[in-house]
């Protein structure tokens, strides 16, 4: 595996192909622990009517279930779109190890608007397959107007 990033970066970015064709606006995200994937998730908004249920949020609550506890202390997050203040403060309380994530969210994104949202030792990565990240979701809201 050349880059570790890219590699898991392309199983969120399946996930959100996942959530477009079910019509929900294209974020994925995967938590990796110890190199190998144990939650997989997209948006479920429209098909929850649930304003909380991101990509994220989703995939906190599945890996802390596989895992048993609350804490992701030793998980990578790999998210297709930068997470918002809401999906920024919920994976600071799960301490997650690292963020990783492709697209900026310029309007809604944690860097611009809660950059103290995540633990202190959480480590993010951003820009990984951001292109392909970004491309994915401009096309599908072009469809949409």
Avoid at 87 to 101: E, K, N
Avoid at 109 to 132: M, Q, R, S, Y
């Amino acid at each position: 595996m050349d880059n570790p990033h890219e590699y898991f970066m392309k199983f969120a970015l399946r996930e959100a192909k996942d959530a477009e064709s079910r019509g929900e606006i294209p974020v994925g995200a995967v938590v990796v622990c110890n190199g190998r994937i144990i939650a997989r998730a997209h948006n479920l908004t429209e098909t929850l009517t649930d304003v909380t249920a991101h990509a994220e949020m989703q995939a906190i609550t599945s890996a802390a279930n596989v895992l048993g506890g609350k804490y992701l202390t030793d998980c990578t997050l790999y998210v297709t779109l930068e997470p918002c203040v809401m999906c920024a403060g919920a994976l600071g309380w799960s301490q997650i190890g690292t963020v990783v994530y492709g697209a900026i969210d310029e309007k809604r994104g944690f860097g611009k608007f809660a950059p103290g949202a995540l633990h202190p030792k959480t480590k993010v990565v951003a820009g990984i397959l951001a292109d392909e990240c970004a491309s994915l979701l401009s096309d599908f809201f072009k469809k949409r107007r």
